[in-house]
């Protein structure tokens, strides 16, 4: 569907995250790591929206920033029109965004029951009492695919997939319009990470639910997302339609990072050379950062680099279907 006819349900404005560090104790001199760098998207309705890149390109800060769980230094986070401020009650919007993390044995309470890590939620936003939790978690469970039989277990005594259930089930427990899924499944086997992903389709088609599903792993890209957001050192650097951008992507770091779907280094992180032979890693990514602040966040590792990228920030070129930040993409 076109996203003309769709209704936009959150809108990124600028955003940014920076954090400053001193050298020494007594030197008033900041290093600023710009975690999330000005930054601007929309999501609709219904949407499958993926955010990928390197670990250290800023997917964890920017789901931090929509959750509320960490303060932004600048720019706006729109919520059907309403600026999203988690300060204030009457908005009521903490149970319309909600998260399933990567490692659901850290996310979960352990020395609480299930009925009551699932039913909390609820009864925080006063949609239900204490003398429902019981009742109303089985019919979460039920909708994530566990039986009743888990209610008065605790986490440890699941698998790693059922955690995973049960950290889903807690997101829904509140009713809400979006889910944001960091690398929901990263932390299981394949099989039980299929599974995961089925349900999570599944949900997605019942409740007409709105993912921003943020990853590493573009072969899941393919195949679920609507939308692909690419980010580099705190940047966008491609925002495209996933058919065309599996097709052949526009920015020479997409190029890059599709092409490096396989080609995994030490410790899973993906590693590809700058023109000078230097593999990258998230210290020289922040380097480059820090010392290139004017110009592209890119520019120490593309092969389409020229002296107008060290100085300048890349215009936006974009249209309806697609945005790209480079002065020099390609299949434009």
Do not use: W
């Not at 939790?133 to 979460?140: D, E």
């Not at 590809?272 to 010392?291: R, T």
């Amino acid at each position: 569907m076109d996203d003309n006819k769709k209704q936009e349900v959150l809108n990124i404005s600028n955003l940014s995250k920076y954090y400053f560090s001193y050298s020494s104790l007594f030197n008033v001199r900041k290093n600023i790591i710009r975690a999330v760098d000005n930054i601007s998207f929309k999501v609709y309705e219904g949407d499958i929206f993926s955010i990928i890149g390197e670990t250290g390109c800023g997917k964890s800060t920017l789901s931090k920033l929509i959750l509320g769980l960490t303060n932004k230094t600048s720019g706006e986070i729109l919520y059907k029109g309403d600026i999203l401020n988690y300060n204030l009650k009457k908005l009521n919007l903490r149970k319309k965004i909600q998260i399933v993390f990567q490692d659901p044995y850290y996310s979960l309470n352990p020395k609480k029951k299930i009925y009551k890590i699932v039913s909390l939620p609820a009864i925080k936003n006063k949609m239900i009492k204490k003398k429902d939790a019981l009742h109303y978690s089985i019919q979460m469970l039920k909708k994530v695919g566990l039986d009743e039989n888990y209610v008065f277990k605790f986490p440890h005594e699941l698998s790693g997939g059922q955690r995973q259930r049960i950290s889903i089930a807690r997101s829904l427990s509140v009713n809400p319009e979006i889910l944001v899924l960091d690398e929901p499944v990263s932390a299981l086997d394949v099989s039980v990470s299929a599974q995961i992903l089925n349900l999570l389709l599944d949900l997605h088609e019942k409740d007409n639910l709105t993912y921003i599903f943020i990853t590493h792993d573009l072969r899941l890209v393919r195949h679920l997302a609507d939308k692909v957001c690419v980010m580099y050192g705190g940047k966008i650097m491609e925002i495209s339609p996933v058919d065309r951008f599996f097709k052949g992507p526009a920015h020479p770091y997409s190029k890059v990072l599709l092409e490096s779907i396989l080609a995994y280094g030490p410790k899973n992180i993906l590693q590809f050379a700058d023109a000078d032979g230097n593999i990258n890693n998230i210290n020289h990514i922040n380097a480059g950062i820090q010392k290139n602040n004017r110009g592209c966040v890119y520019y120490n590792l593309c092969s389409r680099r020229q002296d107008k990228c060290m100085n300048n920030e890349p215009e936006l070129k974009e249209n309806e279907d697609y945005r790209i930040n480079c002065f020099f993409p390609y299949n434009l």
